[in-house]
């Protein structure tokens, strides 16, 4: 029907003509106002009457409940597909707010997670549209692109207390929007509440509206509640315009291809059930106000889904079923887990131990009834490749008929459980086969973009069922099929990420040496375990780096979207953490996990492995605990190293921590746990102890007692007692004389005295690098090439700022340094320091310098007989390079340096060693004493592929390191795990050759840049 509403002013607050649609309800049912349902049963069809209704008879039908509630239920949605309740609030009862849940049916309410919803009266806020918010988001990650979270079949879960934002004179509504996909297409979701003031009443009214709004390509949506909290299921019905463009995306830009992926498979059809099984299970034990209590039964289900999720979870949710069926009976309980095979002692030998049993839950037991049935649905998507079907049956006209044999199979295997590691063992290799399969479907430059969609979220399904299989196979130690596993998962992690080119080395590395190696074929035992060993550790630090990525690109966005819907702290710490757990980088952490006491144990290797290791000593006390989960929440107030027991990796680090040795490597976290991600990102010690007789000898040497811990160079853990640092006031005292000591060293550098010296080489005014070079030079056998050099001695700068050429650099440069003062902090120095650097960098070419480097070098030639230095001397690239040696001296660590050894700027010289750079395969250094056990008839060499720089540059990883006795085999300590190798074509290189090393309590070594005139590569 139609209808116009007017106060008794005649003031039309209301009409169904102006919006152009009748409303349509049931009559006598409260669907809308008293006056209306009783006014409109003595009417006929067709007939228009007037109604004058009184206030008592001008509000929808409202049940009392308990005399503090009122329940008032949803009309029928209107034209716009918006179903309205109005709430009228006198204006002079100064109300804070209105809290209100949702009624769904009998015995189920949404809420706001644990609370109710609550419209806030007083608070007022800015709107804010999604491309705003994705915007602002986008900006917390300069670099990175902003993606939606949330998309069909996945709820938006909201514990946000709701603003009113102003939308006209008079007019407040809530609202909040969340994305569903990326590029230039979005699903709006919104809950308003519209505040409008009745003038003449003094009455407000609010109405409750829930909507749904695609700005895709108009397709038809359907809106749920999701239980839980203020969230919408969204499920698209013709919604697929959009993925053609992204599928496109996905084959043309390669770095995109792991967030178009994992965007993909929220899509529905399969695919995304395993990361369901993480996060449902949170869902519903906040639906039902289950507590996160360690050691409670439910919260152990929750760690071991989490950590471990295998198809006994399928027989342990029947069993909470029945046993909440029953009323609480626990014979009921263990009857069910008796018939899937599944005992007490299978349950408390989980890496993650169920040791408690079920209690009933004050909560409704139907409904919870119902949602761990719907659990298990997820739980057998998975696990009984349900999932899998899904998304077959919807694919099978994209696939060749042997690739969908292969699927079939797989859905006809019987699930992810298995009665024997070789059963399990060759479920993996049978998905991994068909993987392979698909990926070269993809990386086909012919396949449609429809046909990507589908193939991607069947390879994100079989992606889980591997983790889900890798997870069960707990017990597996043979290296042929740990090496199988983790070659089939990085030939999956290359299809994907082609980008990454240390993947695609490391995959060729495991293709060439894992068989043989995994037999222990490749030479002798020994090395064999050695080479696989350095092949995990690159694995294991290109699974850390690709971790750390994920974590700046989508962290700082977590924090600001979860900041914008309040989301608990814990959750947004812990979200891109979860994102990784549901990948293969979890599954190839965990057997990279596995094979490392293995190789240990066959290459008899140092007892530490480090999962987060530190480059400086620390000290503190040695504290022993049982559990890390045992001290969360504790801030300890003296420096603490802890020696635990088992530590899961889903704990925080306590403030105060400086360090975790972890007692066993069978209660070790791995490389991605959110505890070694922690570690990691604030310099925190956590290493794995493989010996148990040094564990318990640290246990017992020193307990509660002051440490200090050293990670030494070949993977192994120093522990030495120390003692108690001096007291605060006599750590001030100290810094105070340094400070002292630093304020009566001379700030001004010396910019004009050139010290008399030449434009090229005096031997006396050179630092060691060109003395050394010279006196090699004649000493070597004529037969050994020797690098051509000149070398640009000390006070060439202060030659060249005095030059004509520069007559406007150097006062410049005077003007920034004389801001420098011996109180001056380290920020306003680094501030000076990079305005010098620039002005450096400004500097002429002075015409002297010029010739003087021409001669020399034609000069060296001459003697040589070849004149390979001036044909490599190409003037534009010389100069930068020299004053980029030049700049370095102007830097925060020689500064630091040389405030701390009470040094003065006066005291540095620099001098510049130009010297013919070989573009050498190799590089290597001879210790002709062994620096780790200080055995003096025994040599230690190191080599690496590419300079001298990739050895004693910070690039993580190990060279070839071996050790030889005199009159004996060598034998190798180690190969080589690097992933940088430094190459540079041949030309010049100008070394920094200053005077640090030759002044006392100056560590000048390596603070200086020497630059290649030709790019590295």
């Known amino acids: 029907m139609h209808y116009v509403g007017t106060f008794k002013t005649g003031e039309v607050f209301d009409s169904s003509r102006k919006a152009g649609q009748p409303i349509g309800f049931q009559v006598g049912l409260g669907q809308v106002i008293r006056g209306w349902d009783e006014g409109v049963m003595q009417m006929s069809l067709g007939e228009k009457a007037r109604l004058d209704i009184t206030s008592d008879f001008a509000c929808v039908a409202v049940l009392a409940l308990k005399l503090c509630a009122l329940q008032t239920p949803f009309p029928p949605p209107d034209g716009q597909n918006v179903r309205k309740v109005r709430l009228e609030i006198n204006s002079d009862a100064d109300l804070k707010g209105c809290q209100f849940v949702l009624h769904k049916k009998p015995n189920e309410w949404l809420k706001n997670g644990s609370t109710n919803f609550l419209i806030d009266f007083a608070k007022v806020a800015e709107s804010r549209s999604f491309r705003d918010l994705v915007t602002e988001a986008a900006k917390q990650q300069p670099t990175a692109k902003a993606y939606g979270p949330a998309g069909p079949d996945r709820a938006w879960k909201s514990s946000k207390r709701l603003p009113l934002v102003r939308a006209g004179t008079d007019k407040y509504e809530v609202s909040f929007n969340i994305p569903a996909a990326e590029v230039d297409t979005y699903i709006m979701f919104a809950c308003r509440m519209k505040l409008q003031k009745h003038s003449e009443k003094g009455v407000y009214g609010i109405d409750l509206m829930v909507t749904a709004h695609t700005e895709m390509d108009g397709s038809e949506t359907l809106v749920q509640p999701d239980i839980g909290g203020l969230g919408f299921v969204l499920k698209t019905m013709h919604g697929d315009t959009w993925i053609k463009p992204t599928a496109e995306l996905w084959k043309s830009t390669a770095s995109c291809r792991l967030w178009i992926r994992w965007t993909l498979s929220t899509m529905g059809r399969g695919g995304s059930a395993g990361q369901q099984i993480r996060d449902e299970i949170l869902v519903i034990m906040h639906a039902h106000d289950i507590k996160e209590i360690h050691g409670t039964y439910y919260e152990q289900w929750h760690q071991k889904l989490h950590n471990n999720t295998t198809p006994a979870d399928i027989g342990i949710c ?10 609480g009976d626990m014979g009921t309980y263990w009857k069910v887990l008796g018939e899937h095979g599944i005992t007490k002692d299978h349950l408390s030998s989980y890496s993650r131990p169920i040791t408690t049993e079920p209690y009933m839950v004050q909560t409704d037991v139907g409904r919870l009834i119902g949602d761990f049935e719907r659990y298990l649905g997820i739980l057998r998507n998975v696990h009984d490749a349900l999932d899998l079907q899904l998304a077959l049956d919807h694919a099978k006209g994209c696939l060749p008929g042997h690739v969908q044999g292969k699927l079939q199979d797989i859905c006809n295997m019987g699930g992810t459980g298995f009665g024997s590691l070789d059963e399990g063992h060759g479920k993996f290799m049978k998905i991994s086969s068909a993987r392979d399969d698909l990926l070269a479907i993809l990386n086909n430059k012919g396949t449609e973009p429809a046909v990507i969609k589908q193939l991607l979220v069947i390879d994100y399904t079989l992606e889980t069922q591997q983790s889900v299989l890798v997870q069960g196979l707990t017990a597996e130690t043979r290296l042929p099929q740990l090496c199988e596993q983790l070659r089939a998962l990085l030939t999956a992690l290359v299809g994907h990420l082609p980008q990454e080119d240390e993947l695609q080395a490391l995959l060729a590395d495991w293709t060439t040496f894992s068989e043989s190696c995994s037999h222990k074929r490749w030479n002798s035992p020994e090395e064999s375990a050695l080479l696989l060993k350095a092949l995990c550790d690159r694995t294991s630090r290109v699974v850390g780096e690709l971790s750390d990525k994920c974590q700046t690109l989508m962290g700082p966005k977590a924090a600001f979207l979860g900041a914008a819907i309040d989301a608990p702290r814990k959750n947004i710490d812990v979200f891109v953490d979860e994102v990784l757990r549901g990948t293969s980088l979890m599954a190839v952490s965990l057997i990279l996990q596995r094979m490392e006491p293995v190789l240990r144990d066959i290459a008899h290797l140092p007892p530490w492995q480090m999962i987060s290791p530190i480059d400086k000593p620390i000290k503190g006390v040695l504290q022993l605990i049982d559990k890390m989960t045992g001290v969360q929440g504790e801030v300890f107030h003296t420096p603490t190293i802890l020696l635990s027991g088992a530590v899961s990796g889903e704990e925080e680090v306590p403030d105060g921590v400086l360090g975790v040795l972890v007692r066993s490597a069978k209660e070790a976290p791995d490389i991605l746990s959110h505890c070694a991600v922690r570690a990691r990102n604030f310099g925190v010690l956590l290493c794995t102890c493989f010996d148990p007789k040094i564990s318990e000898k640290l246990a017992a040497d020193f307990a509660n007692k002051w440490i200090e811990v050293r990670c030494k160079a070949d993977g192994s853990l120093v522990v030495a007692a120390c003692e108690k640092p001096a007291t605060l006031e006599a750590t001030q005292a100290a810094a105070e004389a340094e400070q002292a000591k630093a304020a009566q060293a001379e700030v001004k550098m010396n910019l004009t005295d050139d010290l008399s010296c030449s434009w090229i080489l005096v031997k006396t005014s050179v630092g060691s690098k060109s003395l050394n070079l010279a006196l090699l030079r004649p000493k070597l056998p004529a037969e050994i090439f020797t690098p051509q050099a000149v070398a640009l001695p000390y006070g060439t700068m202060q030659k060249s700022l005095t030059d004509d050429a520069n007559k406007q650099v150097l006062p410049m440069l005077q003007k920034v340094l004389n801001r420098l003062q011996p109180h001056t902090s380290n920020e306003d120095a680094q501030v000076i320091f990079e305005e010098a650097q620039q002005i450096i960098e400004s500097m002429k070419f002075p015409k002297a310098l010029k010739e003087a480097m021409h001669k020399a070098m034609g000069e060296v030639g001459a003697k040589d007989g070849e004149e390979r230095l001036t044909k490599l001397f190409h003037e534009r690239d010389a100069w930068t390079a020299v004053k980029g040696v030049w700049s370095s001296l102007f830097a925060l660590r020689p500064w630091v340096s040389l405030a701390k050894a009470g040094r003065s700027f006066h005291d540095l010289n620099m001098a510049v060693l130009v010297q013919e750079l070989v573009e050498a395969k190799y590089a290597f250094v001879l210790h002709t004493i062994n620096p780790f056990t200080k055995d003096k008839d025994e040599l230690y060499g190191e080599l ?60 000048g070594a390596g603070l200086f840049e020497s630059v290649c005139a030709e790019e590295e590569m």
């Open 944 to 1003: 690496v592929a590419g300079r001298g720089e990739t050895l004693v540059g910070n690039f993580p990883g190990r060279a070839l390191s071996f050790a030889v006795r005199k009159g004996g085999e060598p034998r190798v300590i180690s190969f080589p795990s690097k992933s940088v190798a430094l190459h540079t074509q041949h030309c010049l290189i100008f070394r920094s050759d200053s005077n640090g090393e030759d002044l006392e309590g100056f560590a």
């Open 318 to 327: 029947r069993a909470i079923i029945a046993y909440l069926r029953s009323g």
